[in-house]
């Protein structure tokens, strides 16, 4: 069994954190179809995605073990660029290895939420590789529903992905 370390804080990201975040995102682009980059980032592109968060308003939260480890992270940014999807955030997290399944990503998600509540947003996306059954139960279970499910959009491992949106509704608008 693993032993999980729980978190001490979950907090804004700080440029500190960012070896921490690239370690988790790129053992996910190595290991998973959590994410469907073929090649591991490196930190000046995570840099560069941390400062594009930042200027548009978007929040990243980690969650900050013993020591200052970053355990896991999370964060929404744009849809799509047209201004009509101005209240709709795409987002994601992602948990170190051998930390998932303690409650990592439901702390991060439950205050990711929050926020996107607090900026007035209306609806936050996720896109899930369809197989992965314990992500999209996650989700479920956070109040977000399938809406969408697309065939062999992606190819990673030597074969076809399929992928699903799941979608939450942020306010009560209708």
């Not at 355990?71 to 170190?96: C, D, M, Q, W």
């Amino acid at each position: 069994m693993t032993s999980v370390i729980r978190p001490a804080v979950i907090r804004l990201a700080t440029p500190a954190d960012l070896p921490g975040i690239l370690e988790i995102y790129n053992d996910a682009v190595l290991n998973t179809t959590a994410s469907y980059d073929l090649e591991p980032a490196t930190l000046q592109s995570r840099e560069e995605w941390f400062a594009a968060r930042q200027r548009a308003g978007f929040p990243v939260f980690v969650a900050q073990g013993e020591g200052g480890t970053v355990l896991g992270f999370a964060s929404y940014g744009t849809f799509r660029e047209k201004p009509g999807y101005n209240g709709t955030v795409e987002h994601s997290v992602y948990i170190r290895d051998g930390q998932r399944g303690a409650g990592l990503g439901l702390a991060l998600m439950e205050r990711l939420i929050a926020e996107a509540r607090a900026q007035h947003l209306h609806v936050m996306l996720g896109s899930v590789d369809a197989d992965n059954a314990g992500s999209i139960a996650f989700h479920e279970r956070l109040g977000f529903r399938q809406v969408a499910h697309f065939h062999q959009v992606g190819r990673k491992f030597g074969r076809w992905l399929d992928m699903v949106f799941v979608e939450l509704l942020l306010d009560e608008e209708s």
